[in-house]
């Protein structure tokens, strides 16, 4: 029995249908199914004549979102391993590019002995765009028990590790992606994550599938031309682009707005529906399980996904009741094996088909989970324990501080205090905003607090914050502290 078809197989049949219909658009550049289709097939019969092999594994980075979806797409429908990183300043390139024998990138990198590098420039990009001849590839989709991705972990807490996905878990990725088959044609998807966000790719393959249209690299401004009607990205991602639109920007139609990878404040969750006349779905998940909550409400509680198991353990891996709250562990048809050559970390995550995250949460209800922030993002008030998140947002609001981060810190005289780096507002200054620090804390008790000013808060590629990097400022002051 021939195994399911791949997203490029699925476009195809829609091409050659309807060839004219849109499908892709970047900075201003646009193609239609049936351009796509051809960049899609000159792709895999390129990728077959350098030698790239059902299961060979390849490495794809940019600049240019949209040459990595067709290299991307185009090897997964010969039968080839992907992942995608970072063209400049990836810091777990070095260990990828161990894993794998083809590179494909806009820009140059150091490789192994024996990895094969393919540049994707201008040249390569116009070979791609010549009209198609009779030639075909043949298409050879990857068992659903196969390896079909190589993804990995945000890394906001350290070196991101990596995983091997198989086919069935990265179908199941790209299932969830279909928004409960809102994609269709007329769709006008905008994406504002890096396709090294795995979600980014599965997102952009559901869409293709249901006959929509991908956006790509869009800004703020650019909202009245690119029309979306439904956008995805990480909410600081959603924050940008919505404090760049243009002044009293209000869209045409509802846009179904989703989110993941953080807590959705109520500032943005009212600005989402102002602007785009529909609710947030603010999803959570994680790298290693796929999708876990549907959508979590302003509280950060939610429904679970169909098909998902979750169970919370207490400090010794014990299940604990509804209503207590501990380690989020889940079972999912889109879960990791392991973590690549970490055997240790592996053990202890991966436990008899179940991952034991480092999440923190409690169950409220029958299938309802209330998110309670990383377990190490946790931060010590009072005795109490509350989600970075939470502490973050209420500081938010205090009118010096446009953006802040917080953070568990040993001071010198070895108590743990709340850390905290903070953004100033436009015209602001660090005595206001220390003293409105000082204001928003009289409630919490006895507590110290170091403060460090910075022009932006550290972050990954993927917008999350380093959480490693806002350590080592809280642990270096500077001539940029202050006390509260």
């Given at each position: ?48 004549r350098l030698g790239v092999r059902r299961g060979d594994r390849i490495a794809v980075s940019g ?313 190490d993002d946790l931060v010590n008030i009072g005795g109490l324990k ?99």
């Amino acid at each position: 029995m021939r195994t399911p078809p791949t997203t490029v197989e699925l476009f195809e049949e829609l091409a050659l249908r309807e060839p004219r219909a849109p499908a892709f658009a970047e900075e201003g550049e646009g193609l239609d199914r049936g351009q796509l289709h051809a960049m899609l097939v000159r792709c895999a019969l390129l990728l077959q004549r350098l030698g790239v092999r059902r299961g060979d594994r390849i490495a794809v980075s940019g600049p240019g979102f949209g040459i990595q979806l067709v290299v991307l797409l185009a090897a997964e429908g010969i039968g080839a391993v992907t992942a995608s990183f970072q063209a400049e300043g990836d810091p777990d390139a070095e260990f990828l590019f161990s894993q794998v024998q083809w590179v494909f990138s806009a820009r140059e990198q150091v490789l192994p002995v024996g990895v094969r590098f393919q540049l994707l420039d201008a040249a390569l990009v116009r070979e791609l765009a010549q009209p198609l001849g009779s030639e075909r590839p043949a298409w050879e989709p990857l068992g659903l028990h196969e390896p079909q991705r190589i993804t990995r972990t945000s890394g906001s807490s350290g070196r991101s590790k990596f995983m091997v996905l198989s086919r069935q878990a990265q179908e199941q990725w790209v299932a969830t992606g279909i928004e409960k088959n809102t994609y269709r044609p007329g769709t006008r998807l905008l994406v504002l994550g890096p396709l090294v966000m795995n979600a980014a790719f599965t997102r952009s393959s559901a869409c293709l599938r249901r006959g929509g249209m991908v956006l790509a690299g869009g800004r703020g401004a650019d909202l009245p031309a690119l029309r979306p009607t439904h956008v995805w990205g990480l909410p600081l991602q959603l924050e940008t682009l919505l404090r760049e639109a243009p002044p009293g920007y209000v869209a045409p139609e509802p846009v179904r707005a989703a989110t993941v990878g953080g807590a959705v404040s109520p500032a943005l969750r009212e600005q989402v529906e102002r602007m785009f006349r529909a609710p947030i779905k603010n999803r959570y998940g994680s790298n290693e399980a796929g999708g876990i909550c549907e959508e979590l409400d302003a509280g950060g509680t939610g429904i679970l996904c169909a098909g998902v198991e979750v169970r919370i353990l207490g400090p010794q891996g014990e299940d604990l009741p509804a209503g207590q709250a501990g380690a989020i562990a889940v079972r999912t048809a889109a879960l990791a094996e392991g973590y690549l050559q970490r055997p240790e970390e592996t053990a202890a995550a991966f436990r008899d088909g179940w991952f034991v995250s480092g999440d923190y949460g409690v169950l409220v209800g029958y299938r309802q989970l209330r998110l309670l922030g990383r377990h190490d993002d946790l931060v010590n008030i009072g005795g109490l324990k509350y989600p970075a998140a939470d502490v973050e947002a209420d500081l938010r609001k205090q009118p010096a501080i446009a953006e802040c981060a917080v953070q568990a810190v040993e001071l010198e005289d070895s108590d743990v205090s709340l850390g905290v780096a903070v953004v100033c507002a436009q015209g602001a200054s660090r005595d206001e905003a220390v003293q409105q620090l000082r204001t928003a804390i009289e409630g919490w008790g006895s507590l110290k607090m170091r403060v460090v000013f910075v022009e932006a808060l550290p972050r990954l590629a993927a917008g999350k914050v380093d959480r490693m990097a806002l350590l080592r400022l809280l642990r270096e002051p500077s001539k940029r502290e202050g006390r509260a």
